[in-house]
């Protein structure tokens, strides 16, 4: 019963837009088990958050729907909780009780203060911030926000972790900090975890399984590559592990061969119609005879 | 690394005390300035009373209000007194005689009325905020409540106090009849007009407080599935608070220039009756006393601006916004 802990069953968005609906996934279908590490990875804009709101429950997809243990969802709640890409926290609130807000919501009844207590501070010393605790989001910096995010996302005990572009704001060093942490973490708790990036590397250290996605409008899942290296894993080690750099070509060739930057490619189209209306100017002119000789030309320009 | 540090610590106070010197002699030579010109322009204006009053006559013209004031406080105490020992011997000759207890009723001096005046705004502002707050919250949160009510404060917000004094005058008669009145009717008519002009400032920065909550902190309570209440207590409200408060600032000020104006056309008492009574008066005195309430006028204004301020630097959690 395990393979369908979480189903993305058939999940069709279209969004109403001023010049009609625009369809941005299509027929998204796949499913994730339990204690799995799985990272959506695409272009800018295919439509990961997209994903991943639908699975929250902040957003209601269009068709289709998210099956939990077989039930399907409706609406967010804390048994898939967020961490989003720009921490999120309570700029008024410290440390402390912005996990204190969620543990308060999510135990309420269930645990006794004292209880609740030593549950934020597990969670807090879980991605090492019980030091800062009184300190306000002001008074920290933008990595250790974003482990108060996770921490207070771990705190709500949640079935399933969804976590959108979490390092994406961060420097290089911070982030392969906040990896390690990750990588620790996942390792005590074995959650179920969905995580969207756009860092190869990330993708492959961390995941069980990377899930890519074609480009938008219309988006789907492209490929689903098993990540199969053995825990606990180690970047710098791994860097020299065949296997390893097997699996980074792999979804480094879907994002950049087979599936082109979008952001890039009405450039190209531009350039190709230039150097058509040129040719069609010249065709006109009796001098010029060769049309692909003009191509040639230019390509050369280009290069020189 | 501590003898390292040291003549660093000492050089940023040095600079702090010299910043801080600046921040004082800046602004108090440009007052000094003032002074000085204010004191060669007004003596070359001859008026109907006489030549314009400069800083030094109209110093002195305040020293005469707070010798009034004294003689007035005296002169009722004085009253009491005799009223007391009058009672006593009539208690004293028959215990069950009935005695007569008066309330001293001597004109309102200068200072009188700007006490007067004060409580008058805050009354005023009180029930703007209480009415502009919620409603403010409200159209925030609903897009259809907002739609509703925009019209309506679009129109209102622009209409000037002394075209809301009429309406609330004779509505206020005719609605507030008692016998024995808890509030004067006059001062009932000036702060429901300051009421009137001051609350849309506080509504509208409310609702544009509330409407730009950040997305990502909604949706964090959507997540967690907070109840409305709690969510508009924890995070819409903290998120709005620097917005309202910006807001009850703007209100504050219209509502302590709306009194004013209000109290003279009114005739009620308050700053604005005492610059009135003393324009109709027409004493060579008059024109320095009414420069004297004009200076506290503005001084009570910036006053009551600052107090704001700091109960914004109190209860905001935004510490770090620029606050002016
Ligand atoms: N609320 C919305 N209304 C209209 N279009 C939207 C909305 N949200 C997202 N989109 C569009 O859907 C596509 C996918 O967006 P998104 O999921 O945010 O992409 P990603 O997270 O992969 O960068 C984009 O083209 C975006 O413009
Ligand atoms: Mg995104």
Not at chain 1, 142 to 165: C, F, S
Not at chain 1, 186 to 197: A, Y
Request: hydrophobic share 45%; with cysteine; charged share 20%.
């Amino acid at each position: 019963m395990s393979a369908s802990y979480l189903h993305i069953d058939h999940v069709t968005m279209n969004f109403p837009t001023p010049s009609g609906e625009f369809c941005a996934l299509k027929n998204v279908n796949f499913v994730i088990n339990k204690g799995e590490y799985i990272s959506i990875i695409g272009h800018s804009g295919c439509g990961k958050s997209t994903v991943l709101n639908i699975i929250a429950g902040l957003l209601d997809a269009s068709q289709g729907g998210i099956f939990l243990e077989n039930k399907q969802i409706s609406g967010p709640g804390p048994e898939r909780a967020v961490v989003f890409q720009h921490h999120s926290l309570m700029p008024w609130l410290s440390v402390y009780e912005n996990v204190a807000i969620a543990v308060r919501q999510v135990f309420k009844r269930k645990k006794t203060k004292a209880e609740m207590h030593e549950w934020i501070i597990h969670n807090l010393e879980l991605v090492h911030m019980d030091h800062a605790m009184d300190k306000l989001p002001s008074e920290i910096s933008g990595g250790m926000k974003q482990r108060v995010g996770i921490a207070r996302a771990l705190a709500m005990e949640p079935k399933v972790l969804l976590m959108d572009e979490p390092f994406g704001a961060l420097d290089a060093l911070t982030r392969s900090h906040m990896q390690e942490s990750l990588m620790d973490i996942q390792e005590k708790l074995n959650n179920t975890i969905v995580m969207i990036t756009h860092d190869v590397d990330e993708a492959v250290l961390l995941s069980d399984k990377i899930i890519m996605m074609s480009n938008g409008p219309s988006a789907n899942i492209g490929e689903v590559v098993e990540i199969d290296l053995p825990r606990p894993r180690n970047r710098v080690r791994l860097a020299s592990n065949p296997t390893y750099n097997e699996y980074r070509q792999r979804v480094l060739s879907f994002l950049y061969e087979r599936q082109s930057n979008p952001l890039s490619a009405p450039e190209k189209e531009e350039s190709e119609d230039l150097v058509e209306t040129v040719a069609e100017t010249i065709k006109e002119t009796p001098e010029a005879t060769n049309v692909t000789e003009l191509k040639s030309i230019s390509d050369s320009g280009k290069a020189a | 690394m501590a003898l390292l540090t040291l003549p660093n610590i000492q050089m940023l106070e040095k600079i702090d005390i010299q910043e801080s010197i600046k921040q004082f002699m800046i602004p108090f030579v440009a007052i000094v300035l003032f002074l000085i010109f204010w004191e060669v322009t007004a003596s070359q204006i001859k008026t109907s009373l006489g030549l314009v009053p400069g800083p030094i006559e109209v110093s002195k013209q305040f020293k005469n209000l707070v010798v009034e004031h004294n003689e007035m406080r005296a002169k009722a105490t004085a009253f009491y007194e005799r009223q007391e020992k009058r009672n006593a011997a009539k208690l004293a000759k028959d215990p069950d005689a009935k005695v007569k207890i008066r309330s001293f009723t001597g004109k309102p001096t200068f200072f009188d009325q700007i006490f007067t005046s004060l409580i008058t705004v805050f009354a005023g502002f009180f029930i703007a905020t209480i009415i502009a707050v919620p409603i403010g919250i409200l159209s925030g949160l609903s897009q259809n409540f907002y739609t509703a009510i925009n019209p309506l404060v679009q129109i209102f917000k622009p209409i000037s106090p002394l075209a809301w004094l009429p309406i609330v005058t004779i509505i206020v008669s005719a609605v507030y009849v008692s016998n024995d009145p808890m509030f004067s009717k006059s001062f009932i008519i000036s702060a429901l007009t300051v009421t009137l002009c001051c609350m849309w400032p506080t509504l509208i920065n409310t609702a544009v407080g509330v409407a730009s909550v950040d997305k990502d902190l909604l949706n964090v309570s959507r997540v967690l599935q907070l109840p409305s209440l709690t969510k508009i207590w924890k995070i819409v409200l903290p998120s709005a608070i620097p917005m309202i408060f910006t807001g009850l600032r703007l209100s504050i000020g219209i509502g302590w220039m709306v009194l004013i104006a209000a109290e003279m056309l009114a005739q009620n008492p308050g700053l604005g009756k005492f610059v009135w009574d003393e324009f109709q008066n027409g004493s060579s005195n008059s024109l320095g006393r009414i420069m004297v309430a004009v200076l506290a006028i503005g001084i009570i204004g910036f006053i009551l601006d600052r107090l704001m301020l700091s109960m914004q630097r109190l209860i905001s959690w935004d510490k770090n916004a620029v606050l002016r």
